[in-house]
């Protein structure tokens, strides 16, 4: 018989009385473990060998499980704080334990809890003692994760850790330990392996992949090729990807254009007269200030109409319509045309709404944005300082809320979201204006997730618009985090974005 020289190695490596792992074979055959593998598989299909296959559990410490390794569990540090106070003795304050505990933020509910379960003492009344029996040292659940920070990197079997399945499970779901799941192949001789051995095989050349050098000497002719194997293990490439921010933003454009919206573009930085006066928002606004814009340092800009500019300052300073009555607070054109990063997208709407931006728009029109907007925030789990606002606006006789609610939950269930729930709002620039928010499939919390509403006639009206706009900015991230069950904001971009949450997430359409 003659057999590719990958398939005659792994057969001689390969035993009828001893199942062995692929690993083994490998390194016995001196082979890549993926190609050993995808020679054991040809070989199956011959009837030579048998690949079987073993189900594993590692298990390995997640950070927060080395971080209790290093410092102790908080309930061991709480019960040994409390017994240098004297608790074991009697009780005593329980505010000064966990400070002396060094427990902070998460850390104390977790302390208590786990310390009353394990029975290491009584919370009372804002008291603590601790039972001088307890044994913190023999607690299965610390020695569990000292054996599992004394095994490598690749983790230890579940076999190896001496722990009950109780313990380990604990670990699991207080979020201690990783369980990964992985699959063993295994090589055993047939009867008809063994009788090939015996008989003699004799291996044939095979080429793995055609080369430049095989084409151009014509070998290729008499070469005898590998055959593809699409079982064979084999380490996972990862290519290029587009991020999942900008695919979540392609496929909002996708759904826009879907429900007839145009797209807007505009400058990034722009006056404070198309951020902020066109939306009748008062030049002594709180949002105005240094402290929530980001100014540049950069000439005023002159390339505002003269009738545009005189309207809107007429509408802050006397009012605009019948009941408008305007701020009669300070104004002044100067401050209209400094220049600013875009607070949000909705100074792109106000260009295209007077008409700068191309053409004067006749009812009915739609049209939307997916840009970023810079804001200076507190970092946090739900805010960044440069964020994609998902703006749009459509402009039509007798529009209503209906109509607005209607975009809204006609836009989110394409992507599957079907709960959205509005809350009244103020803003200087719409009324009535209404706030979004979604539940957050892993944390079940509410989150923010738009701003919308009719734009005021104190808006519309200087802009020369005569017939209602219905508008709103939706937070891509926001948006994101729904469909892709992010906790935290930080986790899609930024420097502390999380590289397999990257690589793996995806994008509902
Ligand atoms: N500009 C608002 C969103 C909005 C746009 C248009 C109308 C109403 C609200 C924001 O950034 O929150």
Not at 52 to 73: H, K, P
Not at 115 to 121: C, E, N
Not at 346 to 367: D, F, I, N, W
Request: contains cysteine; aromatic residues 8%; charged residues 30%.
């Amino acid at each position: 018989m003659r057999l590719p020289e990958r398939q005659l190695a792994v057969l001689e490596a390969a035993s009828a009385t001893d199942e062995r792992t692929v690993a083994e074979i490998a390194a016995a055959a001196d082979l890549k473990p993926e190609t050993a593998a995808g020679a054991a598989f040809d070989l199956a299909d011959e009837g030579l060998v048998e690949v079987g296959s073993v189900a594993d559990e590692t298990l390995a410490l997640t950070d927060e499980g080395r971080r209790y390794v290093d410092e102790g569990l908080p309930e061991t540090r709480l019960y040994r704080a409390g017994r240098d106070a004297g608790a074991d003795a009697e009780p005593v304050s329980m505010g000064a334990v966990i400070g002396e505990a060094e427990l902070d933020g998460p850390e104390v509910d977790i302390a208590l809890a786990n310390f009353a379960r394990k029975g290491f003492g009584r919370v009372d009344g804002g008291d603590l003692s601790v039972d001088p029996d307890a044994d913190p040292d023999a607690d299965p659940e610390a020695t569990a994760l000292a054996a599992l920070a004394d095994a490598d990197e690749e983790g230890l079997g579940a076999d190896a850790l001496d722990a009950d399945e109780a313990v380990i499970d604990r670990l699991d779901s207080r979020g201690l330990l990783a369980v990964a799941e992985s699959v063993t192949r295994t090589v055993t001789l047939t009867d008809e392996g063994v009788d090939a051995l015996m008989t003699g095989v004799e291996a044939t050349e095979t080429v793995g992949a055609l080369t430049p050098e095989l084409l151009a000497s014509g070998e290729w002719r008499d070469a005898e090729f590998a055959e593809y194997n699409v079982e064979a293990e084999a380490e996972t490439a990862r290519g290029g990807r587009k991020h999942v921010l900008r695919r979540t933003a392609d496929r909002v454009k996708d759904v826009l254009v879907g429900m007839g919206f145009k797209e807007m573009e505009g400058p990034h930085a722009d006056a404070d007269f198309w951020i902020n006066d066109c939306l009748f928002m008062p030049q002594d606004h709180p949002a105005r200030t240094h402290w929530d814009r980001f100014a540049l340092d950069v000439d005023p800009m002159e390339s505002i109409p003269d009738e545009l500019m005189a309207r809107v300052e007429a509408a802050h300073r006397d009012g605009w319509g019948l009941d408008g009555d305007g701020y009669h607070s300070p104004w002044s054109q100067d401050f209209a045309r400094e220049v600013a990063l875009r607070g949000h997208t909705t100074s792109l709407s106000m260009r295209y709404l007077s008409g700068v931006a191309g053409a004067e728009l006749e009812p009915p029109q739609r049209y939307f944005s997916v840009e970023k907007v810079y804001r200076n925030d507190t970092l946090d789990p739900t805010h960044l300082l440069e964020f994609f606002q998902i703006e749009g606006w459509v402009m039509a006789e007798d529009l209503s809320v209906r109509d607005l609610m209607g975009t809204f939950e006609e836009f989110y269930r394409q992507f599957g979201i079907t709960d959205i729930r509005f809350k009244p709002h103020y803003n200087p620039y719409t009324e009535p204006s209404f706030e979004l928010f979604g539940e957050h499939p892993e944390t079940g919390e509410e989150i923010e997730i738009g701003n919308s509403g009719v734009f005021r006639e104190e808006v519309t009206g200087p802009l020369g618009v005569d017939c209602d706009v219905m508008a709103w900015g939706l937070a891509l991230e926001r948006l994101a985090m729904l469909t892709t069950g992010a906790e935290d904001i930080r986790d899609l971009h930024g420097t502390l974005a999380d590289i397999d949450f990257l690589r793996n997430a995806e994008v509902s359409y």
